[in-house]
């Protein structure tokens, strides 16, 4: 295991995130424990010591499985994040009792990581309003009593949304959590991103680095393209490598599935093998192709799916509406639809948005919701 040193300590560059575990039944809610607890285990024996739970993965039980797994292993063996969940504006206000119930689900006393999370065009005027909100401060006190030892922020907003957190916080953060990708360098401008965390010397934490399991799959003239650069690099693998690149990134947490796709990455954070001037150039020509067909960038983070009034399960009915719109039609998502009831299908959809207004990726769903309608005739 490849360890980036951070301060004082030596954290291993490859984090176990818990935003898709594995589940019973296909029930997001439903965390199939058994296999997270195999799945932990292994992640600890293969040196594995970052995990990143949230408060809203998986139904909220995130936490409470993470807890229950790591309770099982002396505290100063591994390091805990979690995140104050203010992509949910209702949760303004409610900081000290959500963070009290936090560390009771977590089995912990304290945090080693604690993140404002998702900073984004939707809560910044929340988040930088402490005189009401007062998330700042009382995050800050907890630091001071050693109940959050590092302090720092995720973000899916704009550079310009980071910023302005920045100028107002930034002194007090001690690391930051980008979705940094391949195909994201440019297409959601990480790039700039990453250059301002420079100008406030703040190292990188990585999500989404294959951007929801996009990029774990490609294209067949796609992969014959990275084949011929690196003949014998799995496909996965480029997108750690591409992250390896770059110095600035200590943490690239990955959202495994089951104990397989863990192994997979575990072999690869096995030693560094960053990318060449020439390498790199080759995969962004493959990230150019694949931005300019791509039809929306769901990563499937579930955030809409609480906000939906219908229930509808947004992020599969956008996977299909990708899939029909890069196909230019075809049986697929048809035959798929055919399964799901009437309540539950693209035409349920009642236009009201409040699924848009916690979104990372700030896509239209409502328009999309509608579009695929119309595509299906």
């Not at 401008?189 to 989404?208: G, H, Q, R, S, T």
Request: with cysteine; glycine share 8%; proline share 4%.
């Amino acid at each position: 295991m490849i360890y980036k040193k951070f301060q004082d300590i030596n954290l291993s560059a490859l984090g176990l995130g818990a935003m898709r575990l594995p589940t019973v039944g296909g029930d997001d809610s439903r965390i199939d424990e058994e296999a997270v607890m195999e799945m932990v285990d292994y992640a600890m024996k293969q040196g594995v010591n970052y995990y990143d739970t949230a408060w809203g993965y998986h139904g909220e039980n995130s936490e409470t499985v993470m807890g229950k797994a790591l309770s099982r292993y002396p505290r100063e063996q591994f390091y805990l994040a979690t995140k104050f969940p203010g992509y949910d504006l209702s949760n303004m206000g409610k900081t000290e009792e959500i963070f009290e119930k936090q560390l009771e689900k977590c089995q912990v006393s304290a945090f080693d990581f604690y993140l404002f999370h998702n900073v984004c065009e939707m809560n910044i005027e929340q988040y930088l309003d402490d005189e009401k909100y007062g998330t700042f401060t009382y995050l800050m006190k907890q630091k001071e009593n050693g109940r959050i030892r590092h302090l720092g922020f995720s973000a899916h907003g704009s550079y310009d949304v980071m910023k302005r957190f920045l100028e107002t916080y930034g002194k007090e953060m001690e690391f930051c959590q980008i979705q940094l990708n391949w195909i994201d360098w440019t297409f959601q401008d990480a790039k700039a991103k990453m250059e301002l965390l420079k100008e406030y010397n703040i190292p990188v934490w990585v999500m989404e680095p294959l951007r929801g399991g996009m990029l774990a799959k490609l294209s067949e003239e796609n992969e014959a393209k990275l084949k011929a650069i690196r003949p014998g690099e799995g496909i996965p693998a480029w997108a750690f490598r591409f992250l390896q690149t770059f110095p600035e990134v200590k943490v690239t947490l990955s959202g495994m599935s089951n104990l397989e796709q863990l192994k997979d990455n575990i072999r690869t954070f096995e030693e560094e093998k960053p990318l060449s001037e020439k390498e790199m150039e080759g995969l962004q020509e493959v990230a150019a192709d694949m931005t300019g067909r791509i039809a929306l960038p769901c990563t499937a983070c579930r955030y809409c799916t609480s906000h939906c009034p219908k229930g509808l399960d947004i992020p599969g009915l956008l996977a299909l509406y990708n899939e029909h719109a890069f196909t230019g039609g075809g049986f697929i998502a048809p035959m798929a639809l055919m399964a799901v009831p009437e309540e539950k299908k693209p035409s349920a959809c009642i236009g009201c948005r409040s699924c848009e207004k916690v979104c990372p990726q700030q896509i239209r769903i409502s328009e999309a919701m509608a579009d695929f309608v119309s595509k299906l005739g």
